[in-house]
């Protein structure tokens, strides 16, 4: 029974490697694309769960290798007693961009610990008020000021930002070093960013900073469902958005505006494909086609309409809708297969983009396929 079981799995698994097929079944009819099911190759579902077999997991950094100020760095400088949470991408060159989501409670009274001087910046998102906040640099106390929640404060990791510990705190601090804002201007061809607007104190209402940190949350609390796409992504797009708004950061007239070339987009389609699990990284792909990763995803986006992350969950989903077409599979190893984390993962996901959930989708195809009204 096991081994009938598998087969059927096998020959369910055939769409995912190949868009154009599935388009064209697509159009057929429900019994006819369970035919074809069941004339595919047992090759392609292992190709499937090949791909599948590597998820990305949290960021959770090595203090011994790890290099700048987020993850259990930042722990240790405001004295948390565990590491705190953290989502790391190497998405520009050899850069690493990080959020680390930081809270406490119940802190200890004092004065916050000392991070190595760096040529690296530190953009905050608070999350809860912090009033008569004591703020230092260089180990001077500045000044006293309110830290309202929701504001976004920017700190220069060369001065030796520090503060007084003596009430609860809860913050998202994102890490960008100098190399990510040289690497940002030079795919922009732009000129270098000097510095960043650090003016101690001094908050931001920044709604595109809340938007991209409300949007990482998510991915520390279901670190299981975020792929490494979407990280990039959001951490592209923050490091783009903080050079720009708080280091003046001026794109210039010849920037490249078109789209992929045809065969770049079909390369870049069949990479995606290939690793239903989101596992590959922007910078990899952008690498193979030999465009930077801002040039890679603005022009991914033109070309098929969605960002990379967005094309990689429509995939998910029609690999699923493939795997539904035998009765007798159940939900939660075809979640798997497709690249999904879980059933929970794959229910939401797929209900957004088809508007009923796999159950309802299943029964209706089912159905239909059986004759059924």
Known sequence: MERERQ????????????????VSRESCSPRARVDSLRRMSDNTFRKLRGAVACTWTRGRTNPMTQAGAYGQRLGQFLRLKDAPPSLVTRSLR?????????????????????????????????LHDYPDCELW??????????????????????CDPRYVIDKPFHSLFFYIPRSALDSIAEQCNAPRVDELDCQIGVGHDDRIVRHIGASLQEGLRRPDEANQLFIDHMMLGLTAHVAQTYGGLQRTSGLARGGLAPWQAKRACERLESDLGGKLSLQRIAAELDLSVSHFSRAFRISVGVPPHQWLLQ??????KQLM?????????????????????????????????????????????????
């Open 94 to 126: 050899s850069a690493e961009l990080a959020m680390t989501e930081t809270r406490n409670d119940n802190p200890v009274p004092g004065l916050s610990g000392s991070l190595a001087a760096e040529d690296a910046f530190l953009v905050s998102l608070k």
């Open 7 to 22: 087969n059927r799995i096998e020959v369910a698994a055939k769409s995912s490697c190949c868009a154009d097929v599935q």
């Open 137 to 158: 640099e260089r180990g001077k106390c500045i000044m006293t000021a309110d830290v309202h929640a929701g504001t976004t404060y920017l700190y220069d990791l060369k």
């Open 325 to 373: 077409s035998v009765r007798d599979l159940p939900l939660s190893e075809i979640a798997i297969s497709a690249g999904f984390a879980n059933q929970s993962h794959f229910t939401r996901v797929f209900s957004s983009i088809v508007g009923v959930s796999p159950a309802a989708w299943r029964r209706e195809m089912l159905g239909a396929s059986n004759g059924e009204t």
């Open 315 to 320: 995939q998910r989903v029609k690999a699923a």
